[in-house]
């Protein structure tokens, strides 16, 4: 079997054998491929036979044997011109390129759904901030599991990050004890957990799939076994296993419990009418205002017989 069929067999994690990078998963990681085999390897090429053919083409025709007598300037400033301003105009073609490749990297385009990634020693913990509840820790599978499971050992898990096709994935990435750092080869991801921030980066996986990634950064004597799962499927699929979870779907709201009927007797009448509201006391009211009226007349009459 050829080096590409067993590259598109193995999507999504190492292929043995392997030449080059993983197939890509998304656009960015076909930008970033496009940048290192296209850009970067030809001008590197280049500067790497230049460099040695000039080695060469000195130690042959002006060694002793060769060129006895040297020659006795110290400065070309023609020479000096070239080596100077040949690196610059190179570095300015690389910089076209590169500055592009990174704003792609941080020009997010309206994420669909978020994912919180937390790196603890020495496992991950996922959050859906878009979906309830909806959280679970991601360790890495025992090998017997892994093989009775198809998964690879050291790059399965028993939790994976469950994410839909073609949608725009926002995933925060912070630790929670040492420095992590969250890399999926397959779409171009390298992120750092630093405890106490939070850093953001983003993936569009293109087709459905298995993808692993590992722990980038040595965080301790488990750091090998910090392996990262994504399972990218159908949005159909996804919204399943978030139900599943017991998480909740965006824009999915409760339905409000309804009023209990009231419950209505063969003759017609209601078994429990709503009671009555109470009638009003005008003859009450006329009294009590009768009464006030007396009694600030006798008051009247009393300071004035106390005055006379």
């Given amino acids: 079997m050829s080096t590409a069929a067993r590259a598109e067999e193995l999507m999504g994690q190492p292929t043995p054998g392997g030449w080059g990078f993983q197939p890509s998963g998304d656009a960015i990681k076909r930008s970033v491929v496009f940048f290192h085999n296209d850009i970067l390897m030809p001008i590197i090429t280049v500067i790497c036979l230049l460099v040695a053919g000039l080695i060469l083409y000195i130690a042959i025709r002006f060694n002793k044997r060769a060129n006895p007598v ?10 000096e011109v070239i080596w100077t301003v040949a690196p610059v105009l190179i570095l300015m073609f690389i910089a076209i390129f590169s500055f592009r490749l990174l704003y792609a990297y941080h020009d997010m385009p309206k994420p669909d759904l978020t994912v919180k990634a937390t790196g603890n020693q020495w496992y ?5 901030p878009d979906h309830g509840t909806l959280a679970f820790d991601s360790l890495i599978l025992p090998e017997e599991k892994a093989k009775a499971a198809g998964k690879p050992y050291r790059l399965g898990v028993d939790n994976p990050l469950v994410v839909p096709v073609g949608k725009t994935v926002r995933v925060l990435v912070t ?3 040492v420095i992590h750092d969250f890399a999926m080869p397959a779409f171009g991801l390298k992120t750092d957990a630093v405890p106490g921030r939070v850093n953001e980066t983003w993936f569009k996986a293109d087709k459905p799939g298995i993808y692993y990634g590992q722990c980038s950064e040595l965080c301790g004597v488990d750091h090998a076994f910090m392996p990262i799962e994504i399972d990218v499927v159908t949005p159909d699929q996804f919204n399943t296993w ?8 965006p824009g999915a709201k409760a339905a409000a419990p309804a009023a209990p009927a ?4 063969a003759g017609g009448a209601p078994a429990n009418p709503a009671p009555a509201a109470p009638a009003a006391k005008p003859a009450q009211t006329a009294v009590t205002n009768t ?7 006798i008051g009247h009459a009393a300071l004035a017989a106390k005055a006379a």
């Fill in 70 to 79: 040297p020659a006795r300037f110290t400065h070309n400033t023609q020479i």
């Fill in 124 to 128: 991950w913990n996922y959050t859906y």
């Fill in 175 to 177: 630790g929670a004890d």
């Fill in 242 to 249: 978030v139900v599943a979870k017991g998480g909740k779907l």
């Fill in 262 to 265: 009231a419950t209505v007797p």
């Fill in 291 to 297: 009464a006030k009226t007396t009694t600030a007349k």
